[in-house]
């Protein structure tokens, strides 16, 4: 039984160190911690529930239809980011909590998203996914198709609806 709580605990207090990111642009994070809201991996992929060639897509979840990956795990953007930007304000820790949304096509391939889907550069040279001018990214902390653990973390970090708009809290 031991080890079962001693492997809960080191569960808990890396779910609690990857929540702290808040997004300076320098460092990612600044030490504030914040729990986020309640959620559970309820959301279903709105297609067959298998995975799509489409780098984004739709689920049903407790927070409404969001937009989520080909593999059915969510998306997120960031509110420390401007929208239409050419660069992503999430660096350092920040990426570690936050990795960015990525494609090897200059046209990422959508299935039920409405919003402008394009690409920017990443410090990496990678192709980093935004939609509606809003560069994304997953969380860390979400570790199933569905999950939506990183939905208002420190009141920066927000699901998308199918149109690129940030669902609240």
């Not at 080909?70 to 990795?99: H, I, K």
């Not at 090897?104 to 959508?110: E, G, K, L, M």
């Not at 935004?130 to 920066?156: C, E, H, I, K, R």
Request: hydrophobic residues 35%; glycine residues 14%; proline residues 5%.
């Amino acid at each position: 039984m031991r080890i079962r709580h001693a492997a809960g605990a080191a569960a808990l207090a890396l779910m609690l160190a990857l929540a702290g990111c808040s997004g300076s642009t320098t460092t990612g994070g600044d030490g504030a911690s914040s729990s986020p809201p309640d959620s559970s991996p309820s959301a279903e992929p709105t297609d067959d529930g298998m995975s799509s060639d489409a780098a984004l897509m739709l689920a049903e979840s407790s927070l409404g239809t969001i937009v989520v990956d080909g593999e059915g795990m969510t998306v997120y953007m960031f509110d420390n980011d401007t929208q239409g930007t050419a660069t992503s304000a999430c660096t350092g820790q920040c990426l570690a909590n936050w990795p960015i949304v990525t494609t090897d096509s200059a046209t990422p391939v959508v299935d039920g998203v409405t919003g402008e889907v394009a690409t920017i550069d990443s410090p990496d040279g990678k192709k980093q996914i935004t939609l509606n001018g809003w560069p994304l990214y997953y969380f860390a902390g979400d570790s199933a198709a569905g999950d939506t653990a990183g939905q208002g973390v420190n009141d920066v970090w927000w699901v998308l609806s199918p149109a690129g708009e940030k669902i609240g809290g």
